[in-house]
Protein backbone atom coordinates (compact mmCIF):
# COMPACT_ATOMS: atom_id res chain seq x y z
CA UNK A 1 0.00 0.00 0.00
CA UNK A 2 1.36 3.49 -0.78
CA UNK A 3 1.37 6.04 1.68
CA UNK A 4 -1.27 8.17 -0.32
CA UNK A 5 -3.25 5.41 -0.17
CA UNK A 6 -3.48 5.13 3.79
CA UNK A 7 -6.30 6.28 6.45
CA UNK A 8 -5.50 9.84 7.45
CA UNK A 9 -3.74 10.29 10.29
CA UNK A 10 -4.28 13.01 13.74
CA UNK A 11 -1.49 14.92 11.95
CA UNK A 12 -2.95 14.49 8.40
CA UNK A 13 -6.22 15.42 9.65
CA UNK A 14 -4.78 18.63 10.79
CA UNK A 15 -3.08 19.43 8.04
CA UNK A 16 -6.49 19.56 5.99
CA UNK A 17 -8.22 21.90 8.91
CA UNK A 18 -5.00 23.68 8.76
CA UNK A 19 -5.20 23.97 4.85
CA UNK A 20 -9.17 25.28 5.06
CA UNK A 21 -7.95 27.83 7.51
CA UNK A 22 -4.85 29.18 5.22
CA UNK A 23 -7.07 29.14 2.58
CA UNK A 24 -9.95 31.10 4.35
CA UNK A 25 -7.90 33.90 5.63
CA UNK A 26 -6.39 34.71 2.71
CA UNK A 27 -9.88 35.14 1.24
CA UNK A 28 -10.83 37.47 -1.56
CA UNK A 29 -7.54 39.73 -1.34
CA UNK A 30 -5.09 37.15 -2.93
CA UNK A 31 -6.46 36.79 -6.26
CA UNK A 32 -5.59 40.03 -7.32
CA UNK A 33 -7.34 39.10 -10.53
CA UNK A 34 -4.26 36.80 -11.65
CA UNK A 35 -4.84 33.47 -13.81
CA UNK A 36 -3.35 30.37 -12.47
CA UNK A 37 0.01 29.76 -13.83
CA UNK A 38 -0.01 26.39 -12.73
CA UNK A 39 -2.73 24.79 -14.29
CA UNK A 40 -5.21 23.09 -12.98
CA UNK A 41 -3.33 20.44 -10.65
CA UNK A 42 -2.52 24.19 -8.57
CA UNK A 43 -5.93 24.12 -8.07
CA UNK A 44 -6.19 21.31 -5.57
CA UNK A 45 -3.55 23.13 -3.26
CA UNK A 46 -4.44 25.36 -1.13
CA UNK A 47 -3.95 29.58 -1.99
CA UNK A 48 -1.94 30.86 1.38
CA UNK A 49 -2.69 33.96 3.15
CA UNK A 50 -0.75 36.81 2.77
CA UNK A 51 -0.50 38.97 -0.75
CA UNK A 52 -0.33 42.41 1.21
CA UNK A 53 2.98 43.19 2.62
CA UNK A 54 2.63 46.89 3.62
CA UNK A 55 1.07 45.32 6.97
CA UNK A 56 3.63 44.86 9.50
CA UNK A 57 3.99 41.52 11.64
CA UNK A 58 2.46 43.20 14.77
CA UNK A 59 -0.58 44.41 13.43
CA UNK A 60 -1.66 40.86 11.63
CA UNK A 61 -1.06 39.22 15.24
CA UNK A 62 -3.72 41.63 16.44
CA UNK A 63 -5.93 41.10 13.42
CA UNK A 64 -5.73 37.29 13.80
CA UNK A 65 -6.63 37.48 17.76
CA UNK A 66 -9.24 39.48 16.78
CA UNK A 67 -11.15 37.72 14.35
CA UNK A 68 -13.44 34.34 15.93
CA UNK A 69 -12.19 31.02 14.65
CA UNK A 70 -9.14 32.76 12.33
CA UNK A 71 -7.16 30.86 10.48
CA UNK A 72 -4.17 31.01 12.93
CA UNK A 73 -5.92 29.70 16.08
CA UNK A 74 -7.62 26.67 13.89
CA UNK A 75 -4.13 25.83 12.44
CA UNK A 76 -3.34 25.82 16.54
CA UNK A 77 -6.29 23.91 17.49
CA UNK A 78 -5.54 21.53 14.14
CA UNK A 79 -1.97 20.56 15.36
CA UNK A 80 -2.43 20.71 19.27
CA UNK A 81 -4.67 17.13 19.44
CA UNK A 82 -1.88 15.56 18.15
CA UNK A 83 0.50 17.28 20.60
CA UNK A 84 3.69 15.13 22.24
CA UNK A 85 3.44 14.11 25.47
CA UNK A 86 6.44 14.83 27.25
CA UNK A 87 8.09 15.80 30.42
CA UNK A 88 10.83 17.48 32.09
CA UNK A 89 11.86 14.94 34.86
CA UNK A 90 10.50 11.29 35.08
CA UNK A 91 11.28 9.69 37.97
CA UNK A 92 13.87 6.93 38.26
CA UNK A 93 12.65 3.48 37.23
CA UNK A 94 10.03 5.44 34.68
CA UNK A 95 6.40 4.32 34.40
CA UNK A 96 6.59 0.81 36.08
CA UNK A 97 8.20 -1.11 32.67
CA UNK A 98 11.95 -2.33 31.58
CA UNK A 99 12.10 -2.80 28.43
CA UNK A 100 15.06 -5.47 27.58
CA UNK A 101 17.14 -4.79 24.56
CA UNK A 102 19.44 -6.20 22.43
CA UNK A 103 21.15 -3.85 20.04
CA UNK A 104 22.62 -5.69 16.36
CA UNK A 105 25.21 -3.97 15.05
CA UNK A 106 26.63 -2.63 18.46
CA UNK A 107 30.19 -2.10 16.84
CA UNK A 108 28.74 0.55 14.03
CA UNK A 109 27.76 4.30 14.63
CA UNK A 110 24.66 4.39 15.02
CA UNK A 111 25.21 1.29 16.93
CA UNK A 112 27.50 2.83 19.64
CA UNK A 113 25.01 5.94 19.87
CA UNK A 114 22.23 4.04 20.72
CA UNK A 115 24.01 2.37 23.24
CA UNK A 116 25.59 5.41 24.56
CA UNK A 117 21.91 6.53 24.97
CA UNK A 118 20.16 3.89 26.37
CA UNK A 119 22.61 2.77 28.85
CA UNK A 120 21.31 6.45 30.47
CA UNK A 121 17.86 5.54 30.00
CA UNK A 122 15.96 4.58 33.80
CA UNK A 123 13.51 2.40 31.73
CA UNK A 124 15.89 0.17 29.31
CA UNK A 125 18.06 -2.63 30.36
CA UNK A 126 20.93 -3.44 27.01
CA UNK A 127 20.54 -7.45 27.77
CA UNK A 128 23.18 -7.88 24.79
CA UNK A 129 25.08 -5.96 21.99
CA UNK A 130 25.75 -8.07 19.10
CA UNK A 131 28.32 -7.65 16.56
CA UNK A 132 29.49 -10.30 13.73
CA UNK A 133 32.67 -9.00 13.40
CA UNK A 134 33.24 -8.42 17.07
CA UNK A 135 31.53 -11.04 19.06
CA UNK A 136 33.62 -12.10 22.15
CA UNK A 137 35.56 -8.79 22.91
CA UNK A 138 34.46 -6.72 25.94
CA UNK A 139 31.57 -4.12 25.15
CA UNK A 140 33.40 -1.51 26.68
CA UNK A 141 36.55 -2.33 24.01
CA UNK A 142 34.26 -2.02 20.63
CA UNK A 143 32.45 0.82 22.15
CA UNK A 144 35.32 2.73 23.57
CA UNK A 145 33.50 6.03 24.46
CA UNK A 146 31.02 3.67 27.29
CA UNK A 147 32.89 3.49 30.58
CA UNK A 148 32.33 -0.27 31.67
CA UNK A 149 32.52 0.78 36.15
CA UNK A 150 29.19 -0.46 36.85
CA UNK A 151 28.79 2.47 39.39
CA UNK A 152 28.81 5.01 36.12
CA UNK A 153 25.55 3.05 34.26
CA UNK A 154 23.17 5.87 34.98
CA UNK A 155 19.67 3.41 34.44
CA UNK A 156 21.23 0.68 37.06
CA UNK A 157 20.37 -1.83 34.58
CA UNK A 158 23.20 -3.74 32.10
CA UNK A 159 26.58 -3.22 32.16
CA UNK A 160 29.38 -1.76 29.43
CA UNK A 161 31.43 -4.54 30.75
CA UNK A 162 29.72 -7.36 28.89
CA UNK A 163 30.69 -8.96 26.00
CA UNK A 164 29.20 -8.83 22.69
CA UNK A 165 27.79 -11.52 21.49
CA UNK A 166 26.85 -13.01 18.00
CA UNK A 167 23.61 -13.37 16.49
CA UNK A 168 23.30 -17.08 17.48
CA UNK A 169 23.66 -15.94 21.20
CA UNK A 170 20.40 -13.61 20.26
CA UNK A 171 18.52 -15.70 19.16
CA UNK A 172 18.70 -17.87 22.59
CA UNK A 173 18.18 -15.03 24.78
CA UNK A 174 14.94 -14.44 23.00
CA UNK A 175 14.26 -18.29 23.18
CA UNK A 176 14.75 -18.23 26.86
CA UNK A 177 12.69 -15.06 27.04
CA UNK A 178 15.44 -12.81 27.97
CA UNK A 179 15.13 -10.04 25.55
CA UNK A 180 12.06 -8.37 24.69
CA UNK A 181 12.76 -5.56 22.53
CA UNK A 182 15.71 -5.57 19.83
CA UNK A 183 17.28 -2.85 18.04
CA UNK A 184 19.16 -3.52 14.39
CA UNK A 185 21.41 -0.91 13.71
CA UNK A 186 22.28 -2.95 10.75
CA UNK A 187 23.96 -2.03 7.16
CA UNK A 188 20.83 -1.43 4.65
CA UNK A 189 19.44 -4.97 3.26
CA UNK A 190 21.00 -6.73 6.53
CA UNK A 191 18.21 -7.32 8.58
CA UNK A 192 15.54 -7.88 5.73
CA UNK A 193 17.99 -10.54 4.87
CA UNK A 194 18.56 -12.05 8.45
CA UNK A 195 14.99 -11.84 9.08
CA UNK A 196 14.48 -14.58 6.10
CA UNK A 197 17.59 -16.71 7.71
CA UNK A 198 16.52 -16.62 10.85
CA UNK A 199 12.32 -15.89 11.04
CA UNK A 200 12.21 -16.15 14.81
CA UNK A 201 14.93 -12.97 14.89
CA UNK A 202 11.80 -10.82 13.44
CA UNK A 203 8.71 -13.09 14.62
CA UNK A 204 9.35 -12.75 18.61
CA UNK A 205 10.03 -9.70 20.21
CA UNK A 206 7.75 -7.69 21.16
CA UNK A 207 9.52 -5.22 19.35
CA UNK A 208 11.44 -4.82 16.84
CA UNK A 209 13.25 -1.12 15.54
CA UNK A 210 14.84 -0.81 12.54
CA UNK A 211 17.24 2.07 11.55
CA UNK A 212 18.33 0.63 7.92
CA UNK A 213 16.32 1.80 4.98
CA UNK A 214 14.82 -1.85 4.60
CA UNK A 215 11.32 -1.49 6.09
CA UNK A 216 11.00 2.40 5.27
CA UNK A 217 8.40 1.64 2.86
CA UNK A 218 6.04 0.36 5.51
CA UNK A 219 5.86 -3.16 4.30
CA UNK A 220 5.94 -6.30 6.56
CA UNK A 221 3.78 -4.51 9.18
CA UNK A 222 6.17 -1.97 10.02
CA UNK A 223 5.26 2.07 10.40
CA UNK A 224 7.13 4.59 9.45
CA UNK A 225 8.73 6.47 12.59
CA UNK A 226 8.89 9.90 12.18
CA UNK A 227 7.14 11.31 15.37
CA UNK A 228 6.48 14.98 14.63
CA UNK A 229 4.64 13.58 11.56
CA UNK A 230 2.93 10.29 12.54
CA UNK A 231 3.28 10.29 16.26
CA UNK A 232 -0.53 9.07 17.04
CA UNK A 233 0.41 5.93 14.86
CA UNK A 234 3.52 5.37 16.77
CA UNK A 235 2.61 5.20 20.04
CA UNK A 236 1.95 1.54 21.20
CA UNK A 237 3.67 0.23 17.26
CA UNK A 238 5.34 -3.31 17.71
CA UNK A 239 7.32 -2.15 14.30
CA UNK A 240 8.70 0.78 13.35
CA UNK A 241 11.44 1.74 11.04
CA UNK A 242 13.48 4.87 12.01
CA UNK A 243 14.01 7.47 8.93
CA UNK A 244 16.71 8.67 7.57
CA UNK A 245 19.10 11.17 8.66
CA UNK A 246 18.76 13.47 5.31
CA UNK A 247 15.23 12.46 5.08
CA UNK A 248 14.33 13.12 8.67
CA UNK A 249 15.92 17.15 7.95
CA UNK A 250 13.89 17.47 4.67
CA UNK A 251 10.85 16.54 5.87
CA UNK A 252 11.25 18.26 9.06
CA UNK A 253 11.77 21.35 6.74
CA UNK A 254 8.99 20.85 3.98
CA UNK A 255 6.17 19.45 6.08
CA UNK A 256 4.65 22.64 7.29
CA UNK A 257 4.33 23.88 3.78
CA UNK A 258 3.37 20.96 2.37
CA UNK A 259 0.72 20.20 4.76
CA UNK A 260 -0.87 23.68 4.27
CA UNK A 261 -0.68 22.91 0.57
CA UNK A 262 1.82 26.26 -0.13
CA UNK A 263 3.83 23.86 -2.15
CA UNK A 264 3.31 23.92 -6.07
CA UNK A 265 6.58 22.72 -7.69
CA UNK A 266 9.24 20.35 -7.35
CA UNK A 267 11.22 21.26 -4.35
CA UNK A 268 14.96 21.35 -4.40
CA UNK A 269 17.25 20.09 -1.77
CA UNK A 270 20.53 20.61 -0.98
CA UNK A 271 22.74 18.99 2.51
CA UNK A 272 26.03 18.77 3.49
CA UNK A 273 26.69 15.93 5.52
CA UNK A 274 29.59 14.03 8.28
CA UNK A 275 31.30 11.11 6.99
CA UNK A 276 29.62 8.94 9.57
CA UNK A 277 26.72 9.13 7.64
CA UNK A 278 28.57 6.92 5.34
CA UNK A 279 28.70 4.54 8.12
CA UNK A 280 32.05 2.81 9.82
CA UNK A 281 33.53 0.50 7.21
CA UNK A 282 36.26 1.89 5.38
CA UNK A 283 36.24 3.45 2.17
CA UNK A 284 38.71 5.41 0.15
CA UNK A 285 36.31 7.92 -0.02
CA UNK A 286 35.54 9.17 3.25
CA UNK A 287 39.40 8.32 4.00
CA UNK A 288 41.31 11.78 5.50
CA UNK A 289 43.14 11.99 2.56
CA UNK A 290 40.82 11.63 -0.01
CA UNK A 291 38.16 14.15 2.07
CA UNK A 292 40.30 16.53 3.87
CA UNK A 293 40.19 20.27 2.68
CA UNK A 294 36.77 19.47 0.44
CA UNK A 295 33.88 18.70 -0.17
CA UNK A 296 32.18 16.12 -2.89
CA UNK A 297 28.93 15.86 -4.37
CA UNK A 298 27.94 12.08 -4.85
CA UNK A 299 24.15 10.77 -6.21
CA UNK A 300 22.79 13.81 -6.90
CA UNK A 301 18.75 13.99 -8.42
CA UNK A 302 16.96 11.44 -7.60
CA UNK A 303 19.25 8.54 -7.51
CA UNK A 304 19.83 9.03 -3.57
CA UNK A 305 17.71 6.61 -1.88
CA UNK A 306 16.23 9.52 0.78
CA UNK A 307 14.92 11.20 -2.08
CA UNK A 308 11.93 8.74 -2.77
CA UNK A 309 11.50 8.40 1.01
CA UNK A 310 10.94 11.94 1.65
CA UNK A 311 8.72 12.01 -1.57
CA UNK A 312 6.29 9.54 -0.20
CA UNK A 313 6.43 11.15 3.42
CA UNK A 314 5.62 14.64 1.75
CA UNK A 315 3.02 12.96 -0.51
CA UNK A 316 1.50 11.25 1.90
CA UNK A 317 1.21 14.74 4.35
CA UNK A 318 0.22 16.89 1.28
CA UNK A 319 -2.09 14.58 0.05
CA UNK A 320 -0.38 15.34 -3.76
CA UNK A 321 2.66 14.15 -5.02
CA UNK A 322 5.74 16.63 -4.14
CA UNK A 323 8.58 15.13 -6.62
CA UNK A 324 11.79 16.43 -5.23
CA UNK A 325 15.54 16.74 -6.76
CA UNK A 326 18.81 16.39 -3.90
CA UNK A 327 22.34 17.19 -3.98
CA UNK A 328 24.16 15.39 -1.42
CA UNK A 329 27.73 16.29 -0.10
CA UNK A 330 30.24 14.93 2.00
CA UNK A 331 31.98 17.24 4.12
CA UNK A 332 34.90 17.12 6.15
CA UNK A 333 33.32 16.68 9.13
CA UNK A 334 32.27 13.60 11.40
CA UNK A 335 29.15 14.19 12.05
CA UNK A 336 26.00 16.60 11.16
CA UNK A 337 23.62 17.17 8.45
CA UNK A 338 22.51 21.04 7.54
CA UNK A 339 20.41 21.06 4.49
CA UNK A 340 18.53 23.80 2.55
CA UNK A 341 15.18 23.49 0.74
CA UNK A 342 14.04 25.82 -1.88
CA UNK A 343 10.37 25.08 -3.11
CA UNK A 344 8.11 27.69 -5.42
CA UNK A 345 4.82 28.48 -3.30
CA UNK A 346 1.39 28.24 -5.12
CA UNK A 347 0.53 32.04 -3.97
CA UNK A 348 2.52 34.51 -2.22
CA UNK A 349 3.63 34.26 1.68
CA UNK A 350 5.24 36.96 3.47
CA UNK A 351 8.36 35.79 5.16
CA UNK A 352 6.84 36.70 9.10
CA UNK A 353 3.84 34.51 7.86
CA UNK A 354 5.84 31.56 6.85
CA UNK A 355 8.05 31.49 10.12
CA UNK A 356 4.50 32.09 12.07
CA UNK A 357 3.62 29.06 10.60
CA UNK A 358 5.95 26.62 11.63
CA UNK A 359 5.71 28.49 15.02
CA UNK A 360 2.52 27.12 15.06
CA UNK A 361 3.30 23.59 13.68
CA UNK A 362 6.40 22.95 15.93
CA UNK A 363 5.42 25.00 18.93
CA UNK A 364 4.63 21.72 21.02
CA UNK A 365 7.64 19.68 19.68
CA UNK A 366 10.17 18.72 21.62
CA UNK A 367 12.92 18.52 19.15
CA UNK A 368 12.08 20.92 17.06
CA UNK A 369 13.07 24.30 17.24
CA UNK A 370 12.82 27.44 14.66
CA UNK A 371 14.83 30.05 14.68
CA UNK A 372 14.41 33.72 15.11
CA UNK A 373 14.13 35.67 12.11
CA UNK A 374 17.91 36.66 10.91
CA UNK A 375 19.35 33.21 12.75
CA UNK A 376 20.19 30.38 10.60
CA UNK A 377 21.05 26.54 11.84
CA UNK A 378 24.71 25.57 12.55
CA UNK A 379 25.71 21.74 12.61
CA UNK A 380 27.73 22.39 15.53
CA UNK A 381 24.64 23.58 17.65
CA UNK A 382 23.15 20.63 17.66
CA UNK A 383 26.01 18.54 17.90
CA UNK A 384 25.16 14.97 20.42
CA UNK A 385 21.61 16.34 20.84
CA UNK A 386 17.77 15.33 19.31
CA UNK A 387 17.00 18.19 18.14
CA UNK A 388 16.59 20.19 14.69
CA UNK A 389 16.91 23.64 14.39
CA UNK A 390 14.95 25.36 11.29
CA UNK A 391 15.35 28.60 9.98
CA UNK A 392 12.34 29.78 7.29
CA UNK A 393 11.60 32.68 5.13
CA UNK A 394 10.54 33.50 1.52
CA UNK A 395 11.85 34.91 -1.36
CA UNK A 396 11.21 36.77 -4.83
CA UNK A 397 7.88 38.19 -3.47
CA UNK A 398 6.66 35.62 -1.51
CA UNK A 399 6.82 33.49 -4.32
CA UNK A 400 9.86 30.82 -3.40
CA UNK A 401 10.25 29.07 0.20
CA UNK A 402 13.55 28.45 1.45
CA UNK A 403 14.29 26.70 5.05
CA UNK A 404 16.96 25.84 6.13
CA UNK A 405 18.11 22.78 8.64
CA UNK A 406 20.28 21.08 10.82
CA UNK A 407 20.53 18.13 13.25
CA UNK A 408 23.36 15.52 14.32
CA UNK A 409 23.76 12.84 11.92
CA UNK A 410 23.45 10.00 14.32
CA UNK A 411 21.76 11.50 17.19
CA UNK A 412 17.82 13.01 15.47
CA UNK A 413 18.95 11.60 12.19
CA UNK A 414 19.59 7.93 13.28
CA UNK A 415 20.14 6.65 17.16
CA UNK A 416 17.98 9.20 19.56
CA UNK A 417 15.49 8.82 17.04
CA UNK A 418 15.07 5.89 17.28
CA UNK A 419 15.07 6.17 21.37
CA UNK A 420 12.25 8.64 20.60
CA UNK A 421 10.57 5.89 18.55
CA UNK A 422 11.43 3.06 21.31
CA UNK A 423 9.36 5.53 24.26
CA UNK A 424 6.80 5.78 22.08
CA UNK A 425 6.40 2.30 20.94
CA UNK A 426 6.31 1.66 25.17
CA UNK A 427 4.32 4.22 26.24
CA UNK A 428 6.49 6.37 27.50
CA UNK A 429 7.36 10.70 27.57
CA UNK A 430 8.99 10.90 24.24
CA UNK A 431 11.56 13.10 25.44
CA UNK A 432 12.40 10.66 27.95
CA UNK A 433 16.39 10.27 28.31
CA UNK A 434 16.76 12.25 25.46
CA UNK A 435 19.28 15.46 25.20
CA UNK A 436 17.91 18.55 23.50
CA UNK A 437 21.23 20.79 24.13
CA UNK A 438 23.97 20.88 21.49
CA UNK A 439 27.37 20.36 22.53
CA UNK A 440 29.12 23.16 20.02
CA UNK A 441 32.72 22.89 21.47
Sequence with gaps: MTPTSKAPTEKAKGAATAKDALKEEQGAAASHGEGDERGAAAETLARPPGGERSQGLAKRAEEERGEAGSGAERVRESFRRGAPRITESPARGGPGQTARVAVLGASGYTGQEFARLAFSHPGLE???????????????????????????????????????VDIDAIEALLAAEEIDTLVCCLPHGAWKALAVERPALAAKPARVLDLSSDFRDESQGYLYGLPEAFRADLAGAPRIANPGCYATAGTLALMPAAEAGWIAGPAMIGALSGVSGAGRAAQLRTSFVELDGGAALYKVGTEHAHVAEMERTLARLAGASLPLGFAPQLAPMARGILLTATAPLAGRVTPELARRAYLERYGDEPFVRVLDSGQWPETRTVRSSNRCDLAVTTLHDGRTLLVAAALDNLVKGAAGQALQNLNLMLGWPENWALPVHGSPW
Design 126 to 164: IVALSSREHAGRPASEVLPGLDPRPATNGNGHGSARAAV
